[in-house]
């Protein structure tokens, strides 16, 4: 089945530099890509739509300049935290609709990424 | 934009059956129902998806009313390994992308 790998696990990384995530569709591609934020014991919140070739869109109040997001391949969409902070801390996850030519099956989510900004 | 409620928390023994039930009064005519299950610190896995009536997999059952504002998944005989976090999804088309809005989700615990 559709594989969505994403890339790192796991991330220490010191108050005011900057992280990137990567997010890859493994065997298919994927014009659109989601990046979802879920801190502990809460839900998934929908951060932004990467869309391949263009501008992502972001939901309304999360900070574009502050989580960029690039999807220059087909299999690859990059979240960057620009200048984390402690409160960037959470858990990524992306996901990916994989191609089975059914328009509202085979979201397939990625193992997420756990940052830690110290 | 479909919204979905589900019971906050389940407990359940091992061997039993479980049925979640998630509503979606708002839900489209082209939407499907997707649920997903989802371990601490694991990206969400796919467990079942339905349009209407009933849809069985090897996991789990679906089962949707004619007006398709709920749906209930029913897990057989559950184990120690399902407890996790179960959620509902309606997607939701805005600007012409069809995404996934999260609700709250159901956290089961399966009791031994």
């Known amino acids: 089945g559709a594989v969505v790998s994403q890339h790192p696990s796991r991330v220490i990384c010191k108050s005011g530099t900057s992280v990137k995530i990567e997010c890859r569709s493994l065997?298919?591609?994927?014009?659109?890509m989601f990046w979802y934020r879920q801190f502990p014991k809460q839900s998934l919140m929908l951060m932004a739509t990467?869309?391949?070739?263009?501008?992502?869109?972001?939901e309304q109040g999360v900070e574009k300049d502050k989580f960029l997001i690039n999807h220059a391949s087909l299999t690859l969409s990059t979240l960057t935290v620009t200048s984390a902070h402690p409160e960037d801390s959470s858990f990524y996850i992306c996901?990916?609709?994989?191609?089975?030519?059914?328009?509202?099956?085979?979201?397939?989510f990625g193992s997420g990424t756990r940052l830690t900004v110290v | 934009l479909a919204k979905t409620t589900q019971p906050i928390s389940m407990d359940s023994y091992e061997g039993q059956e479980v049925n979640i039930t998630c509503s979606h009064n708002?839900?489209?005519?082209?939407?499907?129902i997707t649920w997903y299950q989802q371990f601490p610190s694991q990206g969400p896995r796919f467990i079942i998806q339905?349009?209407?009536t009933k849809v069985t997999n090897e996991v789990a059952s679906l089962f949707i009313p004619a007006d398709r504002k709920s749906s209930t998944l029913s897990l057989p005989r559950v184990s120690l390994s399902d407890t996790a976090v179960y959620y509902c999804?309606?997607?939701?088309?805005?600007?012409?992308?069809?995404?996934?809005?999260f609700g709250t989700g159901t956290r089961l615990k399966v009791l031994a």
């Open positions: 996901s990916a609709r994989s191609p089975d030519g059914r328009a509202n099956y085979g979201y397939t």
């Open positions: 065997d298919f591609q994927a014009t659109t």
């Open positions: 990467s869309n391949e070739g263009s501008k992502a869109t972001y």
């Open positions: 708002n839900i489209a005519t082209n939407d499907y």
């Open positions: 339905g349009y209407k």
């Open positions: 999804l309606v997607g939701s088309t805005t600007s012409g992308t069809y995404k996934y809005i």
